[in-house]
């Protein structure tokens, strides 16, 4: 593929479940038009033609689990002019970090068939952890309203427009009844980043944190509140390692009802 | 190609990460490795200790392509292991978000990631300035798709409603009347579609494969049936680990299945179409017809055709359970957890998709057995690039190579899934 002079994007995959990217695609109505401001650089989810860097902007989807992807992170970042990490493994470690909270070699003797075929590391870690990130978007997966937005703020040189308030605020916003006072369902609304439009809240569930944390979350006063509602401490502790229980304020939160 | 090798080192329109490697010695192919390289994820490690209500959630993210497929299996399971058995109206709304994702799913693999290859375009977006119909209906047709599981599951990728019993929410019926309009344009687009692909040029390439697939009494399968096969097999899904056994091999992150008595076989839209043509709605057989094509179908370049037939199908009883449907009293059923073993297993867009959870008496999880679809294909995968390459060694090598890539998306590949159950027996210190 020849060279534009449209600023280019290049997408990158490490260790997760394509969905973020996906998000990409799933523009339905805003891909073509995507591709018409941007080139389409490096995308191998969709396509087999690749550009050679250097890029404008990388969209890096996707956490560091093995030696060789540590290696290749620095890469992507000489390679990118912007480099922006899609989705909670990328910003937190996603799912997968849920090794990082085991004894290694206790996980390993757990479930270990032929340690000689495999690479992995001991901890699943972000992208932050390894190089600089020049604006992070959450999301188990990304909101792809907002992966639009922030391609769209890159390309006119503002700052992207999205809030680092809580679910809780989207949630009243749209005028839904708060399932935790109403029902009683514990929600993590309160302590996680908005950007989901409070869906769980909406199909009558409490909110599971896939967003992760919010700005400043006050995570102790929601723990001693679920709690008072009955929740048992094992149940506390699961709630806050999910997807992203590597993420700062979640750990210590959770860590903090082991006993 | 005397000495030479194909080497692919980052396969592309494939979800996951993927390799090829073929080499030659004295202009013989000696050796041919579909690599899976995906960083292992070890979710089957970690489902230990985590609640039976939280399957759902946590194996969606096996995979962000077929997560509905992922939260079907795991509800089936769960529900198998403490007797609860769900039932109409409930259990239409599950065949009907599943529906959804195979629209999604099978319109991306059709017209975005897999049409490329047959025309000679690196992408869709390539393929978009000569098509610009084709690609612009077809990304339509996706969004159908995906608003119709967005809908039901509350956002189109890990969708937040399914749970073990059932949902935590049923829409009314007034809230299908929009969907059920835009479906009725994507059954008549879906058509066009199959027509369309099977137009394509395709290779002259069969081979005799083992077709699995679930088989429903009554259904063309999504969640429910016995396995069946062309050559024989015919089992209950808690058969499946006695029948079908896992390898590693060393140059994979993902482990090889196959049949225990006979080798490898095949999952995915061409054995579902194969084994249960007869279960396709009438439209959807007429129009299978129309385009040529009838089972039984040995040409995996052919799946694109299945595919698009499945796609049609897909609106059409998704349109039918709409028309049937009626809000139930509860969105979900009780469920009391008790130690017990559950097996589940539905039909991915990609193939069969097998879950195994054994729980306690809480309802905690012991341990848990994931066997993707793509996992399931390698072999088959492997085996159709060996006859392919040695039958078209004269090719100029960058076609070569292209084609082999095109056969291997054929399969619809999701290397996010097959590496994640990377098991891995236990060899305490």
């Known amino acids: 593929m020849a060279r ?162 809580s679910v809780c605020s989207e949630c009243k916003r749209q005028g839904i009844v708060c399932v935790m006072v109403a029902q009683g369902t514990p929600c993590l609304g309160p302590v996680t980043h908005a950007g989901c439009g409070a869906i769980c809240p909406a199909y009558g569930r409490g909110c599971y944190g896939c967003f992760g944390p919010k700005e400043t979350p006050n995570t102790s006063s929601l723990s001693k509140r679920w709690k008072q509602m009955g929740v048992k401490e094992d149940d506390l502790i699961r709630a806050y390692r999910s997807f992203n229980a590597d993420s700062e304020p979640f750990r210590r939160e959770s860590e903090s009802h082991e006993r | 190609m005397k000495g030479n090798s194909i080497k692919v080192d980052y396969l592309a329109r494939v979800e996951g990460e993927g390799s090829l490697v073929a080499r030659f010695r004295g202009g013989q192919l000696k050796e041919v490795q579909f690599k899976i390289f995906e960083p292992p994820r070890f979710f089957e490690a970690f489902l230990r200790g985590r609640s039976y209500r939280e399957a759902p959630d946590i194996t969606a993210r096996i995979c962000g392509i077929c997560p509905v497929a992922y939260q079907m299996s795991a509800v089936h399971a769960m529900e198998d292991a403490f007797g609860v058995k769900v039932e109409a109206p409930i259990r239409d709304l599950r065949r009907l978000i599943y529906c959804g994702e195979w629209i999604e799913s099978h319109v991306l693999h059709i017209a975005l990631l897999h049409a490329p290859d047959f025309l000679g375009y690196e992408d869709a977006i390539q393929m978009a300035r000569d098509h610009p119909q084709v690609v612009q209906t077809a990304l339509k047709l996706k969004k159908v798709g995906n608003d119709l599981v967005a809908l039901i599951g509350g956002r189109e990728i890990h969708p937040i409603n399914v749970k073990v019993g059932g949902f935590y929410k049923v829409p009314r019926r007034r809230d299908l009347d929009e969907i059920e309009e835009r479906l009725k344009w994507a059954r008549d687009a879906s058509i066009q579609l199959a027509k369309w692909t099977a137009s394509l040029p395709f290779p002259h390439f069969e081979r005799d494969y083992e077709f699995v697939a679930l088989r429903h009494p009554l259904e063309y399968p999504l969640n429910e049936g016995r396995l069946v096969s062309n050559k024989g097999l015919d089992i209950a899904i808690d058969q499946f680990e006695t029948y079908i056994v896992e390898e590693h091999v060393p140059y994979s992150n993902a482990l090889h299945s196959r049949i225990a008595e006979r080798g490898a076989y095949l999952v995915g839209p061409l054995a579902r179409f194969n084994l249960n043509f007869d279960r396709l709605s009438s439209l959807a057989q007429d129009v299978a017809k129309e385009v040529g094509m009838t089972p039984p179908c040995r040409n995996p370049f052919q799946s694109i055709v299945a595919r698009a037939i499945e796609t049609v199908y897909a609106c059409d009883e998704a349109l039918r359970l709409i028309a049937n449907y009626t809000q139930p009293d509860k969105p979900a059923l009780e469920v009391q957890p008790y130690a017990a073993t559950g097996h589940g297993c539905t039909e991915a867009p990609r193939g069969i998709l097998y879950h195994r959870y054994r729980v306690d008496e809480y309802g905690t999880i012991l341990d848990a057995r994931i066997v993707p679809p793509t996992a399931q294909n390698q072999k088959s995968i492997e085996a159709d690039l060996w006859e392919l390459i040695e039958a078209n060694a004269d090719l100029p090598p960058e076609q070569l190579q292209w084609r082999c890539e095109q056969a291997i998306r054929n399969y619809d590949p999701c290397i996010s899934c097959a590496t994640h159950f990377l098991k891995l027996h236990v060899e305490r210190e």
């Open chain 1, 4 to 165: 534009t002079t449209k600023p280019n994007l290049a997408v990158w995959k490490f260790a997760s479940c394509d969905g973020c990217q996906l998000s990409l695609l799933d523009c339905e109505e805003e891909l073509l038009e995507v591709a018409g401001a941007v080139e389409i650089a490096y995308f191998l989810e969709a396509s087999r033609a690749t550009v050679k860097g250097p890029y404008d902007i990388s969209l890096v989807e996707g956490s560091i689990t093995t030696p060789h992807d540590a290696e290749r992170i620095h890469q992507v970042r000489r390679a990118s002019r912007f480099l922006i990490t899609i989705g909670a493994c990328a910003t937190a470690g996603g799912i997968q970090a849920l090794r990082n909270f085991k004894d290694v070699r206790e996980f390993i003797s757990l479930v270990y068939a032929s340690p000689q075929y495999i690479q992995t590391l001991s901890k699943s870690t972000p992208i932050r952890d390894h190089v600089f990130v020049d604006y992070e978007l959450r999301g188990c997966p990304v909101n792809k309203h907002q992966l639009l937005e922030v391609i769209n703020a890159l390309l006119n040189e503002r700052k992207p427009n999205i809030a680092a308030h």
